[in-house]
């Protein structure tokens, strides 16, 4: 390779956008940023709310700013209902910004 396609490579190259900056454009554009990071705080559950009840969460799914939790555990859905505030300050502080407004336990 000659030193002028060297230099025109590496010109290219630092002249393009990175990947991640061209993905987070094009995720705004279509309005997708928001449930990519619903996807991120479903796959941080167990991070979130510990293994314990990860293992007992059967079904959770984001909606309407609301997150529906099906538990098969009666004892455990108790619980965390008490704790339903704690839990929306959690994913609000993964996700970054107000996500969940309520819970709703099944």
């Given amino acids: 390779m000659k030193k002028s396609e060297i230099y025109n ?6 002249s393009g956008a990175p990947l991640k900056d061209i993905i987070n454009r094009w ?3 279509y309005r997708l940023d928001n449930k990519m990071k ?10 979130i709310m510990g293994v ?4 007992r969460t059967s079904e959770i799914r984001i909606k309407a700013q609301t ?3 099906k538990l098969d555990s009666a004892v455990m859905r108790d619980e965390l209902s008490h704790g339903k505030q704690i839990i ?12 969940i407004n309520d819970i709703w336990f099944g």
């Fill in 38 to 47: 619903e996807f991120d705080v479903i796959n941080a559950w167990p991070e």
């Fill in 9 to 14: 490579e590496t010109k290219r190259r630092a």
């Fill in 52 to 55: 314990a009840v990860a293992n």
């Fill in 67 to 69: 997150l529906y939790l």
């Fill in 88 to 99: 929306i300050d959690r994913i609000n502080k993964k996700a970054g910004y107000k996500m």
């Fill in 27 to 29: 995720l705004k554009a």
